[in-house]
């Protein structure tokens, strides 16, 4: 036999183990600890300082981009104010020579004195000019086109459709002054579509204006020029500096230089080429986005030109001057101070774990120390429980408690003493719980068999003991085959439910009973729980539950026939009536002499009323219209008496008058005519015996005419077939409606003269599916129905009385008042 590990000994060196693993692990910890906090720091660190460098270039650029604003804005008004100074400027000339010769010269001469006085003078470089128009759009004076003067530009459009001399002389006409832009030529310079500031003002006495203006692009170089040099000399940081390049790739300022702008990005940093051309085009999408964006990249530094670092920059478009301007930062420069911190925190570890390892050698020792004195102690108690354990397989000595010396040990020796106890009862529970197990089993109306996965009998109870004979203990251990043989076809069901787990049941399997059919769900459960394995066949009667589902069905297509019927005799109603009218036509103009267009018609062909009246009556015409009115009144009753038959039932429940409702339903049946029985309803006698005076019953009119049809036709059935027997009767219905004035009904009393029925006939003639007819000629449920109409619907009474040979009388009885159910 194997060895076994002493407990104490085995909880002393664990105990060894577990303080030596504790130490190292919180040794493990704390190093483990100290550097996800140095990670976590330096992690921090890097993010912050990104965030903040991220910051400032993003400050640095907008910075810029607002001086570039600015200074534009400015150069812009000054340029404004400039050409508005030059204009006035022209004014002032002109006025002055108007002035000092207007005594002593003619117009026309002072005009040109004006013309050739400003046509020479120039401003901004050479670049700036005058012209002078006449309101009308004549040109007078054009410094950079002579050629034009002498010309109306009055419907002359710019490149971009803008009528300049109407819009200035609108100006003019409106204000006396004003600013104005449009595209014009440059002199030298080719084409015609530089953007152009004007300000034009009126010449006085003289319908003329003058006007002065600069280009756009020129005063854009002007600002890039000024602009381009400050930004150049821009610091921030240790290494931080702004550039500028232009949207198609020339580069303006880089690393604190400035460039001609006649160089690419990647010409200017050649040594690898395509490397720049990738970096110029992020730069170029960054910058088409309004607000600007962050771009990611490795670059040289200003003082380490053969090594590139990672660096982030912020670009900034700027859509009107064609750049994008631009400032980045090193991300490697927070390495350092990263590097510091982990070099302090390596030094860190090493001194906690050392102050660790000698704090775990001295609990060591302490914890040899205690242990021995514990272990005497403890030894005790176990010498006990071993002992307690050794008796408890076959007595119930208890464990003496006062000689047990810790209180853990001793809440567990009363613990085990309960455990005795608890077993004690357990059993008893257990006994009992089997005797209520099986009385459950045998309660059930179910046939229960319980089978293993040998098929022999595990479980049997009272329901299969009372149908096989076979007691429960004969039962047990056999083969179903032997115990219950009907059920043996089950059997692979059975095999299929322990293969598959799942349960198998087959529905209304029927069997013969006494010449009765029966139907039966057989269900088998496998068993797979707590080791278990095996089936339960269980075997339910079902057979009231069929019947009762086959009626429901039945009765569904009796309402659906009921609306077949409504539907027909609405069909039937509109072409009988057509056929009625059409007949009342026929009449009134083929026997009525006293119609002016009977007698108009008549002698148009030459033949009068009476000659007409005399032929019909020979060929008997009016009787046979007679007839034909006669047969569409009766078909008309027909079908209203069809209509109100299927009629759907208020749900108020009005009140009726039985007569009324028991004669409409005999006018009905009279319809009614079986081809292959060869009967006619019209030919059964009617006895009517109905008290005078009979109160109004309240009921569900179409229902109650569905029973008073369904007896009257079953009754002349019967006597249809009893009158071609060996008895030669006349077929005759009594029909009585009697006041019970005592219960609150009126009685309605069938008697027929028919071949009546036997005792036991007449006891099952409300059961559903019972029917004397041959198969497929009845249902054996219209007087189940009818009953169930009379009792529950109507909370009446209906009854059967006959007597063999000599008839049936079914009697219905029903509340004059409505009583809620």
């Not at 030298?188 to 009126?202: P, Q, R, Y």
């Not at 251990?477 to 598959?500: H, N, W, Y």
């Not at 209304?508 to 039966?520: A, H, I, L, S």
């Not at 009556?617 to 109100?644: H, P, Q, T, W, Y």
Request: glycine share 8%; aromatic share 10%.
């Amino acid at each position: 036999m194997k060895q076994k590990t002493i407990f104490t000994r085995f909880i002393q060196l664990w105990g060894i183990v577990f303080l030596i693993g504790t130490g190292a692990g919180i040794i493990a910890i704390d190093v483990i600890g100290s550097y996800r906090v140095g990670c976590f720091r330096a992690d921090q660190m890097r993010t912050n300082y990104i965030a903040r460098q991220k910051q400032i270039i993003k400050q640095e650029v907008l910075r810029v981009v607002d001086m570039i604003n600015y200074e534009k804005e400015q150069s812009t008004a000054l340029t404004r104010t400039k050409i508005k100074t030059r204009v006035y400027e022209a004014c002032s000339i002109a006025e002055n020579i108007y002035q000092q010769n207007k005594s002593t010269k003619t117009a026309p001469e002072i005009q040109q004195m004006i013309i050739d006085a400003l046509r020479p003078i120039r401003f901004e470089h050479g670049i700036g000019y005058y012209f002078v128009h006449h309101l009308d759009g004549m040109v007078i004076l054009s410094g950079d086109k002579p050629g034009f003067e002498g010309l109306n530009l009055w419907d002359m459009t710019d490149t971009r459709g803008q009528y300049g001399c109407k819009d200035m002389t609108e100006i003019i006409n409106k204000s006396g002054e004003g600013f104005y832009a449009y595209h014009w030529t440059k002199p030298n310079a080719a084409g015609n579509d530089f953007e152009k500031i004007t300000f034009v003002k009126k010449i006085e006495p003289y319908d003329w204006y003058v006007g002065a203006g600069l280009y756009v692009d020129d005063v854009k170089e002007q600002i890039k020029e000024t602009l381009l040099s400050a930004i150049s000399r821009i610091r921030f940081g240790e290494q931080g500096y702004i550039f500028i390049n232009r949207m198609n790739g020339d580069v303006l300022v880089s690393k604190g230089h400035l460039f001609s702008g006649t160089k690419k990005l990647w010409e200017v940093f050649n040594k690898n080429p395509e490397k720049m051309k990738s970096l110029f085009d992020k730069e170029y999408n960054i910058a088409l986005k309004p607000g600007g964006d962050y771009i990611y990249y490795s670059f040289v530094k200003l003082n380490t030109l053969d090594k590139e670092s990672p660096k982030v920059s912020f670009i900034y478009g700027i859509p009107d001057l064609q750049w994008f301007v631009g400032a980045g930062v090193y991300l490697d420069d927070v390495e350092k101070d990263i590097a510091l911190m982990q070099d302090e925190l390596s030094s860190h570890i090493k001194e906690d774990t050392l102050c660790f390892v000698l704090i775990s050698i001295g609990i060591i020792i302490l914890f040899l120390f205690w242990f021995s004195r514990f272990n005497r102690r403890l030894k005790g108690d176990f010498n006990l429980f071993s002992s307690f354990f050794h008796r408890a397989a076959f007595s119930y000595e208890l464990i003496n408690r006062d000689l047990v010396q810790f209180d853990e040990l001793d809440r567990m020796a009363e613990d085990a003493n309960k455990m005795l106890w608890e077993r004690k009862r357990t059993e008893e529970e257990l006994r009992c719980l089997r005797n209520y197990l099986s009385n459950i089993i045998d309660s059930m109306p179910s046939v229960i068999v319980g089978l293993d996965l040998d098929g022999k009998v595990t479980q049997w109870n009272n329901a299969a003991q009372r149908i096989t004979g076979i007691s429960s203990d004969a039962a047990l251990g056999l083969s179903l085959e032997q115990a219950f043989p009907r059920l043996v076809s089950e059997m692979e069901r059975v095999r299929e439910a322990i293969r598959t787990r799942e349960v198998q049941i087959d529905s209304r399997q029927v069997r013969k009973e006494n010449g009765e059919t029966r139907y039966e769900d057989v269900s088998v459960y496998p068993l797979v729980a707590n080791g278990v394995e095996g089936t339960v066949i269980r075997v339910d009667d079902v057979t009231e539950q069929v019947r009762i589902e086959e009626m429901i069905v039945q009765s569904e297509k009796m309402l659906s026939v009921g609306g077949l019927a409504a539907g027909m005799a609405h069909e039937i109603n509109n072409p009988l009536s057509g056929m009625m009218q059409t007949a009342e036509v026929l009449s009134n103009r083929l026997t009525r002499s006293d119609l002016p267009a009977n007698v108009k018609a008549a002698e148009e062909t030459g033949i009068t009323m009476e000659e007409i009246q005399t032929f019909m009556e020979k060929r008997k015409i009016i009787d046979m219209l007679g007839n034909i009115r006669e047969s569409g009144s009766r078909a008309a009753e027909i079908v209203s008496n069809m209509l109100f038959f299927a009629r759907k039932s208020d749900s108020s429940w009005p009140s009726y008058n039985l007569a009324d409702l028991l004669d409409q339903i005999v006018e009905l049946a009279g319809t009614d005519y079986d081809l292959k029985k060869k009967y006619d309803f019209r030919r059964i006698k009617i006895v009517r015996e109905y008290e005078n005076d009979l109160p109004l019953v309240s009921c569900e009119s179409g229902k109650i005419q569905q029973v008073l049809f369904n007896i009257l036709r079953n009754g002349a059935e019967a006597m249809q077939e009893y009158s071609n027997g060996s008895q030669q009767k006349t077929p005759c219905f009594v029909l009585r409606l009697v006041h019970e004035l005592e219960a609150g009904m009126v009685r309605i009393e069938i008697e027929d003269n028919g071949p009546g029925m036997d005792q036991k006939t007449r006891k099952r003639v409300f059961e559903p599916f019972f029917t004397t007819k041959p198969t497929g000629s009845g249902t054996g449920i219209g007087l189940s129905i009818s009953y169930f109409i009379i009792t529950e619907n109507h909370n009446g009474k209906m009854s059967v009385e006959s007597i063999p040979g000599e008839g049936t009388k079914f009697i219905i009885s029903l509340p004059v008042k409505r009583r809620r159910l």
